[in-house]
């Protein structure tokens, strides 16, 4: 039998111990390699020898997600509801005093679901129930079963299946890690073969120019390659998967033709809002949903805005518009604050540019007051566009919409109508992913009140989509938080664009 120096020394180590079944770690430490490749290729070649048997076990590790360390710390969601709920009086338990006894708003709605799901009913807006018991039972033994994750990974083959299925189907609370571990033992044949009888031989594994100068290599005898050979995975630098897509966007834009235009994150009321039609009792203006400024608290306006907006507002002015009505604080205006959205980079752009037809575009980050969850952050990326030119039209907007969309590797592309204070007519637009339609952003017509004080009579063509929404589609996240966590181990494996 024939085997090179690597097999031979392979097969050496694991006949001082023949009955023995080995390990990676052993075979490691035995043989005094630092690779386990060639563990793994010298197994095979054992293998196909019929010297060695090769088994591979495949276990899935459990560990908790981002959401179920919360839970554990916080309580589970339908735990803290369901506590409240005990411990009201009868008449009490209506969803109107759920809804103000301090759970947050995106809570209740998926709270009272899991609820339904334990047997509470609704009805005519109160929670209703039969078995207490049962329900209580139910959820402590949800409350324990991620408890006894916390400590430490599980094997999933060790857990109650129907708890883990339960989970997983809830985001961001469990993850999972596939993991295989092999072991090698010799066969009968093996233990009976007499070492000397092993020759050796020296494989070609790599041709050096020696061998071609000499050329010894006429002589030799070639290594296979075992293409399915395990092996680690070489990770060399990448770019973060938010810029990479970042960068396609911006790509696809300017195939089509667009140029791109940039803001500050800090502007004034006057240009986030007032610009945009946007009423001054607008409650997304409120300090709840906007980041205003202590520094600058106030920015300079040009005095000639202040004047259109604030006539424009009040009366419509002559926009065939009849304004808002009431009255237009111009201090309100100068108000500085974190962008709200990058509407107001095309809107500036428009008032520096009135007579000059453009088509741009502009990936930036904006800044709400929300709370942090699942698909919630206070900071966050539009993917902003305007046309303007003397033909502007809906049905422009929409073939633009679908072909940027197409490009990113969505064809199916609805509008539907919807309603900003800036944009008549408005259109929601959802793109099909996996057979269902997902929301991802805004667009429209600039409406007269909009264009005229920035001096143009042309229609314009605007839209502002959420980039964090289109980036879990192509990444395959639940959770918008991890795609800026440092953690490497997960930003490794999501896939290049
Ligand atoms: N600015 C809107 C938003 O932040 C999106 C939008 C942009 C809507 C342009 C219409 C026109 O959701």
């Known amino acids: ?38 563990i793994a290729g010298s197994g095979k070649s054992l293998e196909s020898e019929g010297l060695v048997e090769l088994e591979e076990t495949r276990t899935r590790t459990v560990t908790l997600g981002p959401e179920g360390s919360r839970a554990v710390e916080d309580g589970l969601l339908e735990s803290r509801i369901w506590n409240w709920v005990l411990g009201q009086e009868d008449s009490g338990r209506t969803i109107k005093d ?99 009888s092993l020759s050796e031989i020296q494989m070609i594994g ?23 050979a395990p092996a680690p995975t070489p990770f060399g630098g990448r770019r973060h998967p938010m810029q990479a897509l970042i960068e396609r966007i911006r790509s696809v834009f300017l195939e089509m033709g667009f140029s791109e235009i940039e803001g500050d994150f800090v502007q004034s009321a006057g240009w986030n809002m007032d610009a945009l039609y946007i009423p001054q009792s607008h409650p997304a203006r409120t300090m709840q949903d906007t980041f205003y400024l202590d520094e600058p608290s106030k920015l300079d306006l040009d005095q000639h805005y202040l004047d259109l907006w604030s006539k424009v507002h009040v009366s419509g002015h002559d926009t065939g518009s009849r304004g808002w009505g009431g009255s237009f604080d111009k201090e309100e205006s100068r108000k500085a604050l974190l962008r709200t959205h990058t509407t107001v980079n095309t809107v500036k752009h428009i008032a520096e540019n009135s007579d000059t037809p453009c088509r741009v575009f502009g990936i930036g980050r904006v800044f709400r007051q929300e709370t942090i969850d699942r698909t919630h952050m206070p900071e966050f990326h539009q993917i902003e566009g305007i046309i303007h030119e003397p033909d502007a039209s809906l049905p422009m907007l929409i073939s633009t ?81 991890q795609l800026y966590q440092p953690d490497l181990e997960r930003l490794r494996k999501m896939p290049l664009l």
């Not at 097969?11 to 052993?26: A, C, V």
């Not at 959820?139 to 991620?146: G, K, T």
């Not at 071609?212 to 030799?220: A, F, I, P, R, V």
């Not at 490009?407 to 204070?421: E, I, L, Q, T, W």
């Open 1 to 38: 039998m024939q085997l090179n120096n690597n097999d031979r020394r392979m097969l050496k180590t694991m006949l001082s111990d023949p009955g023995r079944t080995w390990n990676l770690e052993q075979l490691l430490s035995e043989t005094g390699w630092q690779d386990q490749v060639h």
């Open 98 to 196: 759920l809804n103000s006894a301090g759970f947050k708003k995106s809570e209740t709605g998926p709270g009272i679901g899991l609820l339904k799901g334990l047997g509470v009913d609704i009805d005519s807006g109160k929670l209703v129930f039969s078995d207490e018991a049962s329900i209580s039972d139910e959820i402590s033994r949800r409350s324990d079963f991620l408890s006894s994750l916390s400590s430490q990974p599980a094997d999933v083959s060790s857990l109650d299946e129907k708890m883990v299925k339960h989970f997983s189907s809830r985001g961001g609370l469990l993850e999972f890690e596939d993991s295989v571990t092999r072991t090698w033992r010799l066969t009968k044949e093996a233990t009976s073969i007499d070492d000397s």
């Open 206 to 228: 790599e041709i050096t120019p020696e061998m071609l100068q000499t050329e010894s290599w006429k002589d030799g005898q070639f290594k296979p390659f075992d293409v399915k």
């Open 401 to 481: 919409l679908k072909t940027f969309y197409s490009k990113m590797g969505y064809p199916d592309v609805r509008v539907r109508p919807a309603y900003f204070p800036y944009t008549e007519p408005s259109a929601e637009v959802d793109i099909m992913w996996k057979g269902e339609w997902l929301e991802l952003g805004g667009s429209g017509i600039f409406r007269p009140e909009v264009t005229e004080p920035l001096g143009t009579d042309w229609p314009v063509c605007a839209w502002g989509m959420g980039l964090e929404r289109l980036a879990m589609l192509i990444l395959g996240l639940d959770d918008i938080r």
